[in-house]
């Protein structure tokens, strides 16, 4: 494969296209507005802030209960939780700075333990000192980082749980000594939001690089042994090629790309053909659909339908495509 031919291949966005982002939330206006427009940046400030005020965002804000918690838990099976809203009002990127934000942040930090919701020894812990599953506290740390939280006990718990291969699995307290791209990817975005707070550790940041060549190694999609598309049978059926959102603890190949984007990292041959894969799924009106919707309850709808386009998916694919053409 020539990995050049993705920077001829790689098309601007239609004006439509363009367009039909704008006309949605504000969640979804402001990340266009700095990620594919080049608004200028107090523009984007000022949508954003919306975000706490109007719309998906405000909705989930207002569904807190005066305890601190979504759902009436820090976790559970579903997609209402405490845990649940914080990592979509951070996927809508709610300014960690607002007074919406701190107010709602710190009555989780304040109020919510894991009473009732992990194992019995983690039911006093604050909801920012996470329990005991990596997955679980990937997700803990990168909101709790993004909020502006004290995560270190969750990230150095994560350090000690890294697994030989460089990735994490929850099922390694059950023996299994080989890493699951679900937990990585969790857990990698719990480090780089940790990172992204100022932090200088070299322990975290080589941690983060070693899980991070983990999915590099494998193309994001492949296994490394044999070079196979991986199939993923614990996401019933959801796979790793088919693109959701929200993806909750889901893998997928557009969030491994956001990841690497976001961390940075210098796209090579490694990332081409999952940089192909997401090109593939462009539609002739220059879109991307909703392939999968996780099932489970959420407190707020996204009104976004599977096998329809998807505001969403549009925004995370173009934005990796730039990233991508814009590499050296």
Request: charged share 25%; proline share 4%; glycine share 8%.
């Amino acid at each position: 494969m020539d990995i050049n031919s993705h920077k001829r291949q790689a098309a601007k966005p239609k004006r439509s296209v363009i367009g039909w982002l704008l006309k949605s939330d504000p969640s979804v206006r402001w990340q266009v507005m700095r990620d594919l427009t080049g608004a200028p940046a107090e523009d984007v400030a000022a949508e954003r802030a919306r975000v706490a005020t109007e719309g998906l965002g405000a909705r989930l804000l207002a569904l807190q209960g005066v305890d601190g918690r979504w759902g009436g838990a820090a976790w559970n099976h579903g997609w209402d939780s405490t845990m649940h809203v914080l990592m979509l009002l951070r996927d809508l990127g709610l300014d960690p700075a607002s007074s919406e934000a701190r107010r709602a942040v710190d009555l989780v930090r304040d109020r919510v333990t894991w009473q009732g919701c992990g194992p019995q020894e983690c039911d006093s812990n604050p909801f920012f000192a996470g329990e005991v599953e990596p997955c679980i506290n990937g997700q803990v740390g990168a909101v709790g980082a993004y909020f502006g939280q004290n995560v270190w006990g969750v990230v150095d718990r994560l350090l000690a749980e890294q697994l030989p291969d460089g990735g994490w699995n929850c099922e390694t307290a059950n023996g299994s000594m080989r890493s699951s791209f679900h937990t990585t990817i969790c857990v990698l975005e719990a480090l780089l939001e940790y990172e992204r707070t100022g932090v200088d550790s070299q322990e975290v940041t080589e941690a983060r690089l070693r899980g991070q060549n983990y999915l590099l190694e494998r193309h994001l999609f492949r296994r490394r042994s044999t070079g196979e598309v991986i199939e993923d049978r614990k996401a019933r059926n959801a796979a790793w090629t088919r693109f959701a959102f929200p993806t909750w603890w889901h893998y997928d190949v557009i969030r491994g790309l956001e990841y690497l984007r976001r961390a940075g990292v210098a796209p090579d041959e490694r990332v081409a053909e999952a940089i192909e894969l997401v090109e593939s799924k462009r539609d002739s009106d220059g879109r991307w659909a909703l392939e999968v919707r996780h099932p489970g309850r959420m407190l707020v709808e996204i009104a976004e339908s599977e096998g329809q386009p998807s505001r969403w998916n549009t925004l995370r694919a173009l934005r990796v495509l730039d990233w991508y053409s814009a590499r050296d």
